[in-house]
């Protein structure tokens, strides 16, 4: 089964279980309560210099950008999912807007 279809057969799975998390969740606690730190950290308490192998494990669940939708594709081989996905700041459901770095309109 390809990534893709089960990062949306997840994405379902939680849609439809709306207690599954709350809302005023960040996506680090959302994420840490599905695996602990260790999900997202190597060590499990900070974050790698480069931010390479947190980006490694985004996509080993969620798949690579250029699997996803064309936002994600045109970032390929530019941007990490951080540079846009702040996993301690932003809550669950929460998403990025495109003008925090485009100001020309786009979408």
Same mark, same amino acid.
């Given at each position: ?20 998390? &709350? ?7 959302? =994420?840490?309560? @599905?695996?602990? %730190?260790?999900? $997202? /950290? ?23 950008? &250029? ?7 045109? =970032?390929?081989? @530019?941007?990490? %999912?951080?540079? $846009? /996905? ?22």
């Amino acid at each position: 089964m390809s990534k893709f279809l089960l990062s949306a057969l997840f994405g379902a799975a939680v849609a439809l279980s709306s207690s599954a998390f &709350a809302a005023d969740q960040t996506l680090a606690e959302f =994420h840490a309560d @599905m695996g602990g %730190c260790e999900s $997202c /950290h190597a060590d499990g308490a900070s974050a790698s210099a480069d931010g390479a192998f947190e980006f490694e494990q985004c996509q080993s669940c969620h798949g690579s950008l &250029a699997e996803m939708d064309d936002k994600h594709k045109a =970032h390929d081989g @530019m941007m990490m %999912c951080q540079d $846009c /996905h702040v996993t301690h700041e932003m809550n669950v459901g929460q998403k990025p807007t495109c003008d925090a770095c485009h100001d020309d309109g786009r979408q």
